[in-house]
Structures are given as C-alpha cells and as structure tokens.
C-alpha cells in the first residue's frame, strides 16, 4: 500500500511561477526524500530531508518536513520548461525498512 | 560512472514465455532494489538485497516471479511463466548502504507481455 500521498495529482504552470506538491504520510519516518522522473526515464533523487529537519534548500527547491502534521512540500522556485516531469516522494519508515513512494504530481511547465 | 545498468529496455513476449530482465548495480553499493511501476499501482517495491543476500521480497507477487543476486555487480529478475498482467515498467534501483538514503535509478525495462 502506499504510504505517501502526492497532491495535487497535476499542476500546470507558466515558466517562471513557483510550483509547490504536498505530499502526506501515515506512519512514523526516519527520512522523506524527492525524486522527479522525466517521461520514459528511471527517477532521479533530489533531496533528503530527514525527521529531525524542518527544512532543506538545494538550488531552486525548497522542503519543508512537518512531522506533526506528517506532511511535506516540495517548493520550486522560478520554474522552467525543463522541470516538467512526475514528482514522487518516498518515506522511509521507522517500523519497516523499505522506501515507500507515493503515487506522484504530474507537473507541467509551459513555455 | 555509468550509473545503475539495465537491460533489455524494451521486452515484447508472449503469454506463457520466461522473461528475464537484467540488472549491474552502481560498483561499490550494497544494496539493490527491484520495484515495478503502472498506472494502477504506482511504483512498487519487489524485492531487495544487501549485500547479495534477499533481505525482503515480501513484495513479490507471485512464485512466478524469482530474482538472483549471484555477486555484487549483477542481478536478475526472472518471470515464468508471464501473463499480460505483468506488464509494466521494472525499474532496478541501488543505494550504497542497506538503509533508505538516496536511490540511484536505472533507466527501466519497459516490458509487454501479450
């Protein structure tokens, strides 16, 4: 089953605008992470956030980690066309041992 | 680097054939990850080794689906016999120690099974 839950399910944007996904979770975690995944391609990580952060820049992203409200963002800012592609997070879980990912926002960025 | 390896990317098979699908992780990394992706179920996790040895295939359909890790730098995942309800994308996956830090994705095998 899954353990994350993206929203929204799809967003499209003018380049330039911010793009911002949610993702929540159910149970306790050791870490969340990002990954995108262009059309046809493996996904590729972004960034780790682990439960004790609240939040972490890596160039244009931004993550903030709500672990009260077991919930995530994933801000990126001044989008281009090129950072169209699926978004997924994935949650490590501190009563399993495997990365659970989570069904995914489908963001496009229109030239 | 050349990043996590698979092959073949495109398999078209008929019902009731063996599938084999390929996997050299990133050298140097201890763990393996099989997951399988569709449009129904999302991305799923198969099976995953550390050190070459299957830690949890609780996610393995059925017996018709066996994966090996005979050393560090390949694996395979193996489907027999295959239904068209097998289809999709499988994607092996390896990180560089057994906990769920970062994940180094291969680039999938797309398979359709008729």
């Known amino acids: 089953s899954q353990q994350g839950e993206e929203d929204p399910q799809a967003l499209s944007i003018q380049e330039g605008e911010n793009a911002t996904m949610n993702c929540s979770y159910k149970?306790?975690?050791?870490?969340l992470q990002w990954y995108r995944q262009n059309s046809g391609r493996g996904l590729v990580h972004l960034i780790l956030i682990r439960s004790n952060e609240r939040e972490k820049h890596s160039g244009r992203l931004r993550v903030t980690l709500d672990t009260s409200k077991k919930s995530s963002s994933l801000l990126i800012t001044a989008s281009r066309a090129a950072d169209t592609a699926s978004y997924f997070c994935a949650t490590d879980e501190t009563s399993g041992s495997r990365l659970t990912f989570g069904e995914g926002t489908q963001l496009t960025v229109n030239p | 680097d050349a990043g996590v390896i698979q092959s073949p990317r495109h398999e078209v098979t008929e019902m009731g054939q063996e599938v084999t699908l390929r996997c050299k992780p990133i050298?140097?990394?201890?763990?393996l990850f099989w997951y399988r992706q569709t449009m129904m179920r999302g991305l799923e996790l198969l099976i995953y080794?550390?050190?070459?040895?299957?830690?949890?295939d609780s996610g393995m359909p059925e017996d018709r689906f066996s994966a090996k890790m005979p050393n560090a730098s390949f694996s395979t995942l193996k489907i027999q016999p295959s239904e068209p309800r097998d289809s999709a994308v499988y994607f092996c996956?390896?990180?560089?120690?057994?906990?769920?830090?970062?994940?180094?994705f291969g680039s999938g095998t797309q398979l359709s099974v008729l």
């Open positions: 080794f550390n050190n070459n040895v299957p830690i949890d």
């Open positions: 996956a390896s990180s560089l120690r057994a906990t769920n830090e970062k994940l180094f």
């Open positions: 050298s140097g990394h201890n763990s």
């Open positions: 149970t306790s975690i050791n870490n």
